[in-house]
């Protein structure tokens, strides 16, 4: 079976961003009627805004110090340019859980990349960390037919498929994935719901 990784390109970002930051802001629900939503790269956001939030005081005590009257008009620019990229970062991971639903999985495996999965191609869920460089779709070295689908950072979830499933990805290359390794916020309750969501939506 042949699946190809939805992705979109640069140009195609800002409409989607922008679709999930409205909808982030005006708290509109996450989960379609019907399906279980999984979330991921809760410590990644974590990590962003603290950093991004000590740059911001770094910077606001800069231009009151440092940058020269004519530049800090620039330099205010500057500091809502990296406070709206953060505010995207943290709206496009929150609404983009991995979804279980209409007999598929939804898996996220970057800001803008998913793999949808027949619900009958996953043979077993486990526990198991990995980590891999990079992010998004790419494979564990090392591991064959293992491929992290992560944001960035680690997984801690491996969806083992019945069968190998070649993966199409954007530039035109191909990896055989017999194991999706994923995140997820509380693996600890995620992984028992998703062995559940599946379960459920395998009897349907």
Known sequence: ???????????????PALRD???????????????ICIGHSGSLRTTVSLLVGTEILVEALMDVSMVPPALQPFHLLWMALLIDLTLFFAAVTRRNPHRVGGGALRIRAGLFDEIVLPVAAVGSVRRETATAPGRGVRPVPERDGDVMCTVAGAADIAVVLREPVELRLRDG???????????????HTAHPTLVRALREAGDR
């Open 1 to 15: 079976m042949a699946i190809v990784v939805a992705a979109a390109g640069t140009r195609e970002l800002l409409g």
């Open 21 to 35: 930051l409205t909808a982030w802001l005006t708290r509109r629900p996450v989960a379609r009627p019907g399906e």
């Open 173 to 187: 290359s191909t990896l055989t994935a017999r194991r999706l390794l994923l995140c997820a916020d509380a693996p």
